[in-house]
């Protein structure tokens, strides 16, 4: 069963930096699309960035240029470096995976991470 683990959460001021990790575990798979999630109190859920087994990138138009996704596929995790940070970046954050469970041929399924909280304090 495959899980995945957030880290790096806390509290910063305003401008200041954070890096998340997301590592997955648990049987034999390999994992393509890695993407971050985050969802603020009393708002859906929404996209943040994504980066692709080949290693192409996407943003959310808000956290272009401050934020950077990265991933090692050695050690199964995704990072998001935020710079930059401002109030409206609190939220929770979830990281996202799309993972083939006995590779190549297996079936593909999404799992999501518990979530780490990143509050920015004005």
């Known amino acids: 069963h495959v899980q995945l683990v957030e880290s790096g959460g806390g509290l910063v001021q305003s401008g200041g930096s954070r890096r998340l990790s997301c590592t997955a575990s648990?049987?034999?798979?390999?994992?393509?699309?890695m993407a971050w999630y985050r969802q603020a109190p009393g708002k859906e859920r929404e996209f943040v960035a994504i980066?692709?087994?080949?290693?192409?990138?996407d943003y959310e138009d808000s956290v272009e240029g401050r934020f950077t996704i990265s991933r090692d596929n050695t050690k199964k995790t995704v990072y998001l470096q935020m710079n930059s940070l401002k109030p409206e970046d609190t939220a929770i954050y979830s990281c996202?995976?799309?993972?083939?469970?006995?590779?190549?041929?297996?079936?593909?399924?999404?799992?999501w991470g518990q979530g780490t909280q990143v509050t920015v304090s004005s």
């Open positions: 648990g049987g034999a798979f390999s994992i393509n699309d």
């Open positions: 980066i692709t087994s080949g290693g192409s990138t």
């Open positions: 996202n995976e799309e993972v083939t469970i006995t590779p190549p041929y297996g079936p593909r399924y999404y799992y």
